[in-house]
């Protein structure tokens, strides 16, 4: 058994066991059919990598249940935009 059950950081990081137990199901069909793994870990065992992923805040449950995937916050440093919108004469 994985040391991550006995405790309860990983229920309340989900917020609760029917979610966890939600969450790793989900996660669990996506990675047998073929999803990449968020995590790099030495084990074909997904139980182990979906529990990693949740750790380290890889996954969660969106508002409608579905397993969702944080994406990386990119910085917006160095973005030009193109359009800077209408001039205050194009709006009268």
Do not use: C, W
């Not at 979610?19 to 790099?40: C, F, T, W, Y």
């Not at 074909?44 to 990693?52: D, F, I, M, R, Y």
């Not at 160095?78 to 009268?92: A, H, N, Q, V, W």
């Amino acid at each position: 058994m994985l040391e991550e059950f006995k405790e309860e950081e990983i229920v309340n990081k989900v917020g609760g066991r029917f979610k966890l137990s939600s969450l790793i199901q989900k996660r669990i069909v996506a990675l047998n059919r073929g999803a990449r793994p968020l995590v790099e870990l030495q084990t074909k065992n997904h139980l182990e990598v979906v529990v990693k992923e949740i750790m380290e805040d890889k996954i969660y449950l969106d508002q409608s249940g579905e397993v969702a995937i944080v994406e990386e916050a990119k910085p917006l440093d160095g973005i030009e935009y193109d359009d800077k919108g209408p001039s205050l004469e194009d709006m009268i």
